[in-house]
């Protein structure tokens, strides 16, 4: 079964400091997709990307990057210069095709808490 | 701006009552999910629906039933609820046609308290 693993819980830095979030999956289908969320305070999930297995271009958008790594079942988001708005829960997932069905379902990790204080 | 609407932020209910939790998308999404966030579990899947009237188990549906009656509606029902069902829960939707990537759209949440 896809399983998706962000082991670390809690991570706090100082603003303007650079921090990765570290994202595994594990899966057997060769086609899939892989999504990072972002959870602030007010509770929300908002979609931050998204990217599909035949593609590991690192994506790069502002501040927020994103490294995809096939070889080592990876996908960790970096946030560059951070600051007090980007504290909040991120949560990495992987889309799951139930039983090949065509419907797709996301499994996502249990997420990590992002600290920014100034 | 094409949104998912939970009808209630914040419950407070007591032991043994009977429980809705109303959802509903403006984007004629054919899929619709329920899921539960607690501290250090994540998001974990309870039902889903993937076309009006039908519904599938997710990971953890005990306790909990659902209702798609329109398209646009989704349901979660707590028939009888209990303290260990104190949690926030989050409606989300998704495309659900051909080429459908699984990118949800979620509601802003409601927080359920069972006393």
């Known amino acids: 079964a896809q399983k998706v693993t962000q082991a670390q819980t809690e991570i706090s830095v100082v603003e303007k400091e650079d921090v990765t979030l570290d994202c595994v999956y594990e899966?057997?289908?060769?086609?899939?997709?892989l999504f990072w969320y972002k959870q602030p305070p007010s509770g929300e999930l908002v979609f931050l990307i998204r990217?599909?297995?035949?593609?590991?271009q690192n994506e790069i958008s502002g501040r927020y990057s994103w490294n995809f790594q096939k070889s080592t079942s990876s996908f960790n988001f970096t946030i560059t210069a951070s600051q007090v708005v980007d504290s909040a829960v991120y949560f990495c997932?992987?889309?799951?095709?139930?039983?090949?069905?065509?419907?797709?379902?996301?499994?996502f990790g249990t997420g990590t808490r992002l600290l920014v204080s100034p | 701006d094409v949104k998912v609407t939970q009808s209630s932020r914040y419950l407070v209910k007591r032991t043994g009552e009977k429980v809705f939790l109303e959802c509903v998308q403006d984007?004629?999404?054919?899929?619709m999910f329920w899921y539960r966030q607690d501290p250090g579990l994540g998001l974990r899947l309870i039902y889903f629906?993937?076309?009006?009237?039908?519904?599938e188990k997710g990971d953890i549906p005990e306790g909990y039933s659902v209702s798609r009656e329109k398209k646009e509606r989704f349901s979660l029902i707590l028939e009888s609820a209990s303290t260990n069902q104190t949690s926030m829960y989050l409606c989300?939707?998704?495309?659900?046609?051909?080429?459908?990537?699984?990118?949800?759209?979620f509601g802003e949440g409601s927080r359920l308290t069972v006393l």
């Open positions: 989300a939707s998704s495309f659900g046609l051909a080429g459908d990537t699984g990118e949800l759209f």
């Open positions: 899966t057997r289908d060769t086609t899939y997709y």
């Open positions: 990217r599909n297995s035949f593609d590991e």
């Open positions: 997932a992987l889309s799951e095709d139930e039983a090949n069905t065509g419907f797709q379902k996301l499994v």
């Open positions: 984007m004629d999404h054919e899929n």
């Open positions: 629906s993937y076309d009006v009237k039908m519904k």
